[in-house]
């Protein structure tokens, strides 16, 4: 167990639609970080964000965003979902910017 | 980030060490090297990191060629439950980001 949690583990929905995929850090970590693995794509790097602000982008797309709140949980918000954005989503988190990080169990989205 | 070129797959037998190689001929001077594996239906997991210097922890053994244009992950006694894909990955530090590669996926036969 890492102590980094996600929900839901699992997620099915309908294309067009939009979901919110949830990450708790680590206690005393404020580093987050999200990543996407697709069988064809592997494992890619979202976004990045430490203690409440962004810090990098990577290939997420417009029609998702993300944001890290004052608990410093975070948030992947997916909207106009397409059949290609079916994926694992992992959650990671950090003490600081560039320690060893700690990859959540994921949430699977299934869009139909 | 270096781009890291890895075998697709290994195999090894149980009890016996394992060599994992990288390469990452345009590494630059401050980037580290980072090895996460991922367990079947988990998420990655973080092993080993280095600089320069070759690296011991519980977990494996990290070799750094002296030009830092090549690296090995040892796993000194391979387990079933080492059965996984082990991934190489040049980290600038600048940013938290890890590019994952394709990695070596490590069969451990009984």
């Known amino acids: 167990d890492s102590g980094v949690t996600q929900t839901p583990k699992h997620l099915i929905t309908a294309t067009g639609q939009r979901v919110t995929l949830r990450c708790s850090p680590r206690s005393g970590d404020l580093s987050v970080y999200w990543y996407q693995q697709s069988l064809d794509q592997g494992l890619q790097f979202l976004i990045q964000?430490?203690?409440?602000?962004?810090?990098a982008k990577g290939n997420i797309l417009e029609r998702f965003s993300a944001q890290q709140f004052p608990d410093l949980h975070s948030e992947l918000n997916l909207s106009s979902l397409e059949l290609g954005d079916s994926a694992l989503y992992f959650c990671?988190?950090?003490?600081?910017?560039?320690?060893?990080?700690?990859f959540g169990p994921g949430t699977r989205l299934t869009v139909l | 980030d270096a781009k890291t070129t890895q075998p697709n797959s290994m195999e090894s037998n149980e009890e016996e060490p394992v060599h994992l190689p990288c390469n990452h001929s345009t590494i630059s001077g401050t980037d580290y090297i980072h090895w996460y594996r991922q367990l079947p239906s988990q998420g990655p997991e973080y092993v080993i990191h280095g600089l320069t210097s070759n690296v011991n922890n519980r977990m494996a053994s990290l070799a750094i060629a002296e030009d830092r244009k090549s690296s090995t992950l040892i796993l000194h006694r391979a387990t079933l439950r080492d059965a996984a894909v082990y991934y190489c990955i040049t980290y600038s530090g600048n940013t938290g980001k890890l590019i994952f590669g394709q990695g070596t996926t490590l069969q451990v036969k009984p």
């Open positions: 990671a988190s950090s003490v600081g910017l560039d320690n060893e990080q700690f």
């Open positions: 964000y430490y203690n409440g602000e962004e810090r």
